[in-house]
């Protein structure tokens, strides 16, 4: 069911995202003109989160945390990162490093830092490829309060890393905002949905669907368990292969950990599921329209994990296990790290915090975790109490 804008109270925009939001607004029609009129969702998408200087991630705003766009895990409780460094700390026992993607606030990079040291299996280095300046601010104000054993591991890169390295690389959140295409089923296949210009609007539009749309959709439809009715309107990222062969490419040998909201390619793109997964964050509100508040609001969908699976397969990831988040925290010691708190007021805090990240309504079942390994065969801690792959 579409969130419909008129069903949501939508806060006002300060003068100052309204000014930033009409540079991005006069940017993307520019290029849709440049374009002949019409420019495809991915392309849209690209612009309106990463054009320089003015894409939702490449300028300054606050955008994580209460005070921003909405929350991620390490940001409702520590004990989320806390999991995450243990198995971390079994590929790093013996030695190797760590990149983390789209680092956030920085705070889960603290937690796990402090975890491993704690556990005396610190990596070699830290990086963190970030393409926001604002969050790369507010992570380096934040690990630079680290103690200097810790913090003096931690680099930032500007790029994936051209030397291979053995270790981990993390990954929260970040799939869902890689760029899709936009496609509405038709009596005769498959259309795509992209964006024209209507006066100084941007609006949504279909257009014919190039060859590799066509294409991707004919190996998808061959897929599904059912056809898929006619005006269902889904997405499907294009780039999802190139990008995990590229940030594959950056591990020599060890794990990379994908956390996001998404689905195996059955429940994806369910009969039912009429809409697709688009999803727009704008100061905790969630709705479905991409076309407002141009570079001033998230603009994400759900991720297929089937295709991630299959990406990976491609170029030469196993994948070491697929579960939900709740399974994977269960099974890295949630209850345990809140029994280990001495404090009842602070024990109460913590396990309702857990209960945030573990239960079905809230983040335990909708989010999943995929371990994709290279070179490495040891059973990963997270992934021993539900094994999901046959799913995908």
Not at 28 to 37: C, K, L, M, N, S
Request: charged share 25%.
């Amino acid at each position: 069911m579409r969130l419909k804008l008129t069903d949501i109270m939508m806060p006002a925009l300060s003068p100052e995202e309204v000014e930033h939001s009409r540079k991005v607004a006069d940017l993307i029609r520019e290029r849709v003109r440049t374009a002949g009129g019409w420019l495809s969702f991915e392309e849209f998408m690209a612009l309106a989160l990463y054009a320089p200087g003015l894409g939702y991630y490449s300028a300054g705003s606050c955008k994580i945390g209460p005070g921003g766009d909405f929350v991620t895990a390490p940001e409702i409780s520590d004990l989320f990162s806390r999991c995450v460094a243990e198995p971390c700390a079994q590929v790093l026992a013996s030695g190797g490093e760590i990149l983390e993607i789209g680092a956030g606030t920085g705070r889960m990079a603290a937690e796990v830092l402090a975890a491993l040291s704690a556990r005396g299996t610190l990596p070699e280095r830290y990086a963190i490829l970030e393409v926001s300046a604002d969050l790369r601010e507010r992570q380096r104000a934040l690990l630079a309060r680290l103690p200097r054993e810790l913090s003096e591991r931690v680099v930032w890169l500007d790029r994936l890393p051209e030397r291979p390295l053995r270790g981990v690389i993390l990954a929260n959140e970040v799939l869902d905002a890689l760029p899709c295409r936009r496609f509405v089923v038709t009596e005769d296949g498959v259309r795509e949905l992209g964006v024209a210009v209507e006066g100084e609007a941007v609006v949504e539009c279909e257009e014919e669907a190039d060859e590799a749309l066509a294409a991707a959709w004919a190996a998808l439809s061959r897929q599904l368990p059912q056809p898929l009715p006619e005006r269902y309107e889904s997405e499907i990222r294009l780039c999802m292969a190139p990008w995990l062969a590229g940030v594959g490419d950056c591990l020599q040998q060890g794990l990379m950990l994908l956390f996001d909201y998404g689905l195996p390619r059955a429940h994806y793109y369910h009969p039912q599921r009429l809409t697709g997964t688009l999803r727009c964050h704008f100061k905790q509100r969630v709705h479905d329209d991409p076309y407002i508040n141009l570079g001033v609001q998230d603009i994400t969908a759900w991720v297929d994990f089937t295709q991630v699976a299959e990406a990976a397969r491609d170029c030469g990831l196993d994948v070491g296990g697929f579960v939900t988040q709740a399974a994977f925290l269960l099974g890295t010691g949630i209850e345990r790290l809140v029994g280990e708190e001495a404090d009842a007021v602070q024990q109460a805090r913590l396990a309702g915090e857990a209960r945030r990240l573990l239960m079905p309504g809230e983040m335990g079942e909708a989010f999943k975790v995929m371990a994709l390994t290279r070179n490495f065969e040891e059973a990963l801690a997270g992934f021993t109490l539900q094994d999901l792959t046959r799913s995908l």
